[in-house]
Nanobody, 122 residues
């Protein structure tokens, strides 16, 4: 079992920045990929960014490339999402996810956090 807890969401003006954190507990000794997804009202959940266990392999959705950065600190069992130059269309609930069957990329998330709201005012 992996328990994920997100933090860092909030209200920010367009052009501003936020950093989300996701702390993992439980099965933290395993090597697995983690990432961030988001879901806006009336839309399906979509992948935002993923990161391999080593941190060497990352993936970003086209809509956030150049603005968001995913990173992880395995010593702290924490994954981060630095979000810069935020836009109104980034408004969503952001979820942390883990795929315990893959060390490189998330194919099918096995565990989800509870989500944290990010609201960008224009």
């Amino acid at each position: 079992q992996v328990h994920l807890v997100e933090s860092g969401g909030g209200l920010v003006q367009a052009g501003g920045s936020l950093r989300l954190s996701c702390a993992a507990s439980g099965r933290t000794s395993s090597l697995y990929a983690m990432g961030w997804f988001r879901q806006a009202p009336g839309k399906e959940r979509e992948v935002v960014a993923t990161i391999s266990w080593s941190g060497k392999t990352t993936y970003y959705a086209e809509s956030v490339k150049g603005r968001f950065t995913v990173s992880r600190d395995n010593a702290k069992n924490t994954v981060y999402l630095q979000m810069n130059t935020l836009k109104a269309e980034d408004t969503a609930v952001y979820y942390c996810a883990a795929d315990v069957n893959s060390a490189v990329a998330i194919t099918t998330p096995d565990y989800w956090g509870q989500g944290t709201q990010v609201t960008v005012s224009s």
